[in-house]
Protein backbone atom coordinates (compact mmCIF):
# COMPACT_ATOMS: atom_id res chain seq x y z
CA UNK A 1 0.00 0.00 0.00
CA UNK A 2 1.02 3.51 -1.14
CA UNK A 3 2.45 5.27 2.51
CA UNK A 4 2.32 9.00 1.94
CA UNK A 5 4.23 9.85 4.94
CA UNK A 6 6.96 7.03 3.82
CA UNK A 7 6.96 8.45 0.43
CA UNK A 8 7.45 12.46 1.48
CA UNK A 9 10.42 11.20 3.59
CA UNK A 10 11.88 9.39 0.67
CA UNK A 11 11.56 11.70 -1.61
CA UNK A 12 13.53 14.56 0.56
CA UNK A 13 16.33 12.20 1.33
CA UNK A 14 19.11 11.06 0.13
CA UNK A 15 17.87 9.70 -3.10
CA UNK A 16 21.09 9.44 -5.29
CA UNK A 17 23.26 7.21 -2.90
CA UNK A 18 26.12 6.36 -4.81
CA UNK A 19 26.72 9.86 -6.54
CA UNK A 20 30.28 10.04 -7.44
CA UNK A 21 32.48 13.73 -7.36
CA UNK A 22 32.79 15.52 -10.72
CA UNK A 23 34.45 18.11 -12.07
CA UNK A 24 33.23 21.72 -12.20
CA UNK A 25 32.78 21.32 -15.52
CA UNK A 26 30.70 18.25 -15.66
CA UNK A 27 27.61 19.60 -12.90
CA UNK A 28 24.97 22.22 -13.63
CA UNK A 29 24.96 25.69 -11.61
CA UNK A 30 22.11 28.17 -11.70
CA UNK A 31 24.83 30.57 -11.13
CA UNK A 32 26.79 29.89 -13.98
CA UNK A 33 23.75 30.20 -16.02
CA UNK A 34 22.61 33.43 -15.00
CA UNK A 35 26.73 34.39 -15.19
CA UNK A 36 26.41 33.35 -18.92
CA UNK A 37 23.09 35.39 -19.63
CA UNK A 38 24.73 38.48 -17.71
CA UNK A 39 28.09 37.97 -19.86
CA UNK A 40 26.28 37.47 -23.02
CA UNK A 41 24.41 40.89 -22.49
CA UNK A 42 27.63 42.50 -22.02
CA UNK A 43 28.67 41.79 -25.03
CA UNK A 44 31.52 38.45 -23.66
CA UNK A 45 30.19 35.39 -25.78
CA UNK A 46 30.12 32.34 -23.04
CA UNK A 47 29.33 30.42 -25.93
CA UNK A 48 25.86 27.96 -25.20
CA UNK A 49 23.69 29.18 -22.06
CA UNK A 50 23.57 25.99 -20.75
CA UNK A 51 24.70 26.31 -16.88
CA UNK A 52 28.27 24.15 -17.19
CA UNK A 53 31.57 26.25 -16.77
CA UNK A 54 33.53 25.03 -19.50
CA UNK A 55 36.28 26.90 -21.66
CA UNK A 56 34.35 29.10 -23.86
CA UNK A 57 32.96 30.49 -20.44
CA UNK A 58 35.79 30.81 -18.75
CA UNK A 59 37.35 32.72 -21.73
CA UNK A 60 34.20 35.10 -21.55
CA UNK A 61 35.35 35.68 -17.71
CA UNK A 62 38.53 36.44 -18.00
CA UNK A 63 37.17 38.76 -20.97
CA UNK A 64 34.79 40.44 -18.61
CA UNK A 65 37.27 40.94 -15.47
CA UNK A 66 39.81 42.07 -17.61
CA UNK A 67 37.68 45.01 -19.47
CA UNK A 68 36.22 45.33 -15.27
CA UNK A 69 39.70 45.41 -14.10
CA UNK A 70 39.41 42.60 -12.10
CA UNK A 71 41.69 39.78 -11.02
CA UNK A 72 41.37 37.76 -14.51
CA UNK A 73 40.91 34.49 -12.41
CA UNK A 74 38.44 32.81 -15.19
CA UNK A 75 36.62 32.12 -11.83
CA UNK A 76 33.14 33.57 -10.76
CA UNK A 77 34.94 34.87 -7.57
CA UNK A 78 32.89 37.12 -4.96
CA UNK A 79 34.16 40.02 -6.58
CA UNK A 80 33.39 39.04 -10.28
CA UNK A 81 29.60 37.84 -8.87
CA UNK A 82 29.81 41.38 -6.91
CA UNK A 83 30.15 43.22 -10.83
CA UNK A 84 27.99 40.78 -12.13
CA UNK A 85 25.35 41.61 -9.60
CA UNK A 86 24.79 38.33 -9.00
CA UNK A 87 23.66 37.22 -5.53
CA UNK A 88 24.22 33.90 -3.87
CA UNK A 89 23.47 34.80 -0.11
CA UNK A 90 20.08 33.08 1.84
CA UNK A 91 18.52 36.54 3.59
CA UNK A 92 15.89 36.68 0.86
CA UNK A 93 14.48 33.27 2.08
CA UNK A 94 12.49 35.13 5.15
CA UNK A 95 11.59 37.87 2.85
CA UNK A 96 9.71 36.88 -0.04
CA UNK A 97 8.35 40.07 -1.82
CA UNK A 98 6.77 41.26 -5.16
CA UNK A 99 10.18 42.30 -6.62
CA UNK A 100 8.04 42.79 -10.04
CA UNK A 101 4.74 43.68 -10.14
CA UNK A 102 2.68 40.73 -11.94
CA UNK A 103 2.29 41.33 -15.40
CA UNK A 104 -0.54 42.48 -17.02
CA UNK A 105 -2.51 40.36 -19.81
CA UNK A 106 -1.85 42.42 -22.24
CA UNK A 107 1.86 42.82 -21.52
CA UNK A 108 1.95 39.01 -21.80
CA UNK A 109 0.46 39.46 -25.00
CA UNK A 110 2.40 41.98 -26.41
CA UNK A 111 4.69 40.23 -28.42
CA UNK A 112 2.63 37.37 -30.60
CA UNK A 113 6.18 36.30 -31.92
CA UNK A 114 9.35 34.58 -29.67
CA UNK A 115 11.29 37.72 -30.58
CA UNK A 116 13.38 39.18 -27.51
CA UNK A 117 12.60 42.52 -26.23
CA UNK A 118 14.14 43.86 -23.08
CA UNK A 119 11.23 45.71 -22.61
CA UNK A 120 9.09 43.18 -22.64
CA UNK A 121 11.15 39.86 -21.06
CA UNK A 122 8.78 37.83 -20.11
CA UNK A 123 7.09 37.62 -23.46
CA UNK A 124 10.10 35.57 -24.96
CA UNK A 125 9.79 32.02 -24.58
CA UNK A 126 12.49 30.92 -26.60
CA UNK A 127 15.34 28.20 -24.30
CA UNK A 128 17.82 30.11 -24.50
CA UNK A 129 16.44 33.55 -25.14
CA UNK A 130 19.14 37.21 -23.70
CA UNK A 131 18.39 38.37 -20.52
CA UNK A 132 19.00 38.13 -16.54
CA UNK A 133 18.32 38.77 -13.59
CA UNK A 134 14.45 39.38 -14.09
CA UNK A 135 12.54 40.10 -11.12
CA UNK A 136 10.00 37.76 -10.13
CA UNK A 137 6.17 38.57 -8.50
CA UNK A 138 7.15 36.81 -5.43
CA UNK A 139 4.31 37.13 -2.82
CA UNK A 140 2.09 36.68 -5.96
CA UNK A 141 3.65 33.49 -7.19
CA UNK A 142 3.95 32.10 -3.38
CA UNK A 143 -0.15 33.12 -3.22
CA UNK A 144 -0.53 31.21 -6.22
CA UNK A 145 1.22 28.22 -5.36
CA UNK A 146 -0.36 27.80 -1.74
CA UNK A 147 -3.80 28.04 -3.18
CA UNK A 148 -3.25 25.22 -5.46
CA UNK A 149 -1.97 23.36 -2.51
CA UNK A 150 -4.16 24.18 -0.09
CA UNK A 151 -7.32 23.03 -3.20
CA UNK A 152 -6.02 20.38 -4.95
CA UNK A 153 -3.91 18.60 -1.59
CA UNK A 154 -0.07 19.02 -2.46
CA UNK A 155 1.19 19.40 0.91
CA UNK A 156 3.26 16.99 3.42
CA UNK A 157 1.10 13.91 5.16
CA UNK A 158 0.99 16.50 8.55
CA UNK A 159 -0.16 19.14 6.90
CA UNK A 160 -4.02 20.02 6.98
CA UNK A 161 -4.57 20.54 3.41
CA UNK A 162 -2.52 16.95 2.71
CA UNK A 163 -4.38 14.80 0.14
CA UNK A 164 -2.27 10.98 -0.98
CA UNK A 165 -3.92 11.90 -4.59
CA UNK A 166 -2.29 15.65 -4.37
CA UNK A 167 1.19 14.79 -2.86
CA UNK A 168 1.67 11.67 -4.99
CA UNK A 169 1.61 14.13 -8.10
CA UNK A 170 3.42 16.89 -7.10
CA UNK A 171 5.76 14.17 -5.95
CA UNK A 172 5.76 12.24 -9.39
CA UNK A 173 5.99 15.72 -11.40
CA UNK A 174 9.42 16.88 -9.56
CA UNK A 175 10.49 13.09 -9.93
CA UNK A 176 10.41 13.49 -13.66
CA UNK A 177 13.11 13.63 -16.15
CA UNK A 178 11.27 15.00 -19.07
CA UNK A 179 11.92 18.75 -18.24
CA UNK A 180 13.71 21.13 -20.80
CA UNK A 181 16.91 22.20 -19.27
CA UNK A 182 15.99 25.68 -18.97
CA UNK A 183 12.95 25.33 -17.44
CA UNK A 184 14.28 27.03 -14.14
CA UNK A 185 13.73 26.14 -10.44
CA UNK A 186 10.76 28.21 -9.63
CA UNK A 187 9.00 27.51 -12.66
CA UNK A 188 9.08 23.76 -11.92
CA UNK A 189 7.60 24.04 -8.44
CA UNK A 190 5.04 26.07 -9.56
CA UNK A 191 4.24 23.42 -12.42
CA UNK A 192 4.54 20.51 -10.48
CA UNK A 193 2.55 22.20 -7.82
CA UNK A 194 -0.37 22.73 -10.56
CA UNK A 195 -0.12 19.13 -11.53
CA UNK A 196 -3.72 18.27 -11.54
CA UNK A 197 -5.49 21.35 -12.96
CA UNK A 198 -2.85 21.98 -15.43
CA UNK A 199 -2.86 18.33 -17.43
CA UNK A 200 -4.46 19.91 -20.42
CA UNK A 201 -1.35 22.09 -20.92
CA UNK A 202 1.17 19.22 -20.10
CA UNK A 203 -0.84 16.92 -22.22
CA UNK A 204 -1.03 19.04 -25.03
CA UNK A 205 2.69 20.42 -24.59
CA UNK A 206 3.47 15.93 -25.00
CA UNK A 207 1.21 15.95 -27.79
CA UNK A 208 -1.08 13.30 -25.84
CA UNK A 209 -4.23 15.51 -26.72
CA UNK A 210 -3.60 16.74 -29.73
CA UNK A 211 -3.25 13.03 -32.45
CA UNK A 212 0.50 13.28 -31.26
CA UNK A 213 1.60 17.12 -32.61
CA UNK A 214 3.18 19.10 -29.40
CA UNK A 215 2.27 22.34 -28.72
CA UNK A 216 4.47 25.55 -28.27
CA UNK A 217 3.84 26.54 -24.57
CA UNK A 218 1.26 29.96 -25.43
CA UNK A 219 -1.05 27.07 -28.11
CA UNK A 220 -1.23 25.01 -25.70
CA UNK A 221 -2.40 27.59 -23.07
CA UNK A 222 -4.59 29.35 -25.74
CA UNK A 223 -6.60 25.72 -26.55
CA UNK A 224 -7.15 24.98 -22.78
CA UNK A 225 -8.21 28.39 -21.89
CA UNK A 226 -10.80 28.44 -24.64
CA UNK A 227 -11.87 24.53 -24.41
CA UNK A 228 -10.66 22.80 -27.63
CA UNK A 229 -8.57 20.91 -25.80
CA UNK A 230 -9.29 17.64 -23.28
CA UNK A 231 -9.10 18.41 -19.85
CA UNK A 232 -9.91 21.84 -20.75
CA UNK A 233 -12.54 21.85 -17.43
CA UNK A 234 -10.16 21.77 -14.37
CA UNK A 235 -7.62 23.96 -16.62
CA UNK A 236 -10.64 26.21 -15.30
CA UNK A 237 -8.97 27.04 -11.83
CA UNK A 238 -5.86 28.56 -13.54
CA UNK A 239 -7.63 30.69 -15.98
CA UNK A 240 -9.92 32.26 -13.23
CA UNK A 241 -7.58 31.79 -9.94
CA UNK A 242 -4.06 32.56 -11.21
CA UNK A 243 -3.58 33.31 -15.48
CA UNK A 244 -0.98 35.70 -15.57
CA UNK A 245 1.39 33.48 -13.15
CA UNK A 246 0.85 30.52 -15.18
CA UNK A 247 1.51 32.02 -18.43
CA UNK A 248 4.55 34.17 -16.61
CA UNK A 249 6.18 31.31 -15.30
CA UNK A 250 5.88 29.21 -18.52
CA UNK A 251 6.57 31.77 -21.04
CA UNK A 252 9.40 33.68 -19.68
CA UNK A 253 12.88 33.53 -19.99
CA UNK A 254 13.25 31.39 -17.02
CA UNK A 255 16.68 30.38 -17.73
CA UNK A 256 17.41 34.47 -16.44
CA UNK A 257 15.17 34.73 -13.78
CA UNK A 258 17.09 36.03 -10.28
CA UNK A 259 18.10 32.76 -8.41
CA UNK A 260 17.98 34.35 -4.93
CA UNK A 261 14.10 35.65 -5.56
CA UNK A 262 13.67 31.96 -6.89
CA UNK A 263 14.74 30.18 -3.88
CA UNK A 264 13.65 32.37 -1.57
CA UNK A 265 9.81 31.87 -2.82
CA UNK A 266 10.44 27.92 -3.09
CA UNK A 267 11.94 27.36 0.31
CA UNK A 268 9.24 30.25 1.90
CA UNK A 269 6.61 27.77 0.56
CA UNK A 270 7.86 24.20 2.27
CA UNK A 271 8.60 25.95 5.15
CA UNK A 272 12.44 26.00 5.13
CA UNK A 273 13.68 28.76 6.95
CA UNK A 274 17.20 28.25 7.28
CA UNK A 275 18.41 27.24 3.66
CA UNK A 276 21.75 26.54 5.05
CA UNK A 277 20.40 23.40 7.11
CA UNK A 278 21.15 20.50 5.06
CA UNK A 279 19.03 18.02 7.14
CA UNK A 280 16.53 20.80 7.42
CA UNK A 281 16.19 20.99 3.88
CA UNK A 282 16.14 17.59 3.03
CA UNK A 283 13.12 17.26 5.77
CA UNK A 284 11.18 19.64 4.40
CA UNK A 285 11.84 20.24 0.68
CA UNK A 286 11.27 17.69 -1.69
CA UNK A 287 13.63 17.21 -4.65
CA UNK A 288 13.56 17.52 -8.24
CA UNK A 289 15.19 14.44 -10.26
CA UNK A 290 18.11 17.19 -10.86
CA UNK A 291 18.97 18.51 -7.29
CA UNK A 292 21.71 17.62 -5.59
CA UNK A 293 21.34 14.29 -2.95
CA UNK A 294 23.37 16.10 -0.17
CA UNK A 295 20.71 18.47 1.92
CA UNK A 296 22.42 21.55 -0.33
CA UNK A 297 19.21 21.65 -2.61
CA UNK A 298 17.59 24.82 -0.83
CA UNK A 299 20.71 27.22 -1.78
CA UNK A 300 21.16 29.43 -4.55
CA UNK A 301 24.84 27.78 -5.77
CA UNK A 302 24.05 24.32 -5.01
CA UNK A 303 25.15 22.28 -8.52
CA UNK A 304 22.38 20.16 -10.22
CA UNK A 305 22.98 16.66 -11.36
CA UNK A 306 24.63 17.03 -14.82
CA UNK A 307 23.39 13.64 -16.14
CA UNK A 308 20.04 14.88 -16.32
CA UNK A 309 19.76 18.07 -17.24
CA UNK A 310 19.27 18.67 -21.08
CA UNK A 311 16.47 15.87 -21.73
CA UNK A 312 13.16 17.40 -23.23
CA UNK A 313 9.72 16.12 -24.23
Known sequence: MWNPTRTWTAIVALTILTMIAVPAEARYSAVVHQAQSQLAAQGHDPGVLDGFMGPNTRR???SYQTQEGLSPTGELDSATLESLSIGVSVDLARNVEDWQAVPTQAEIDELKE???SPSNPYADYRPRAPGAKLGLPGKSILAAMNLSADTYGGRPPNHPKHTQQGLKA?????RT??????WSDITIHYYCQMSLPRRCFTNALAGKSTGGRRLARPVAYEGCSNGRLADAGDFRFVTTTQPEIFQYLMFAQTHAFDHEQ?????????GVEDPTNRNECTAKRPQRTEDPSNGTHCLVDKEMNRKLVGRSR
Open 177 to 182: THFPDH
Open 114 to 116: PIN
Open 170 to 174: LIGCL
Open 262 to 270: EQAIINAFY
Open 60 to 62: AIV
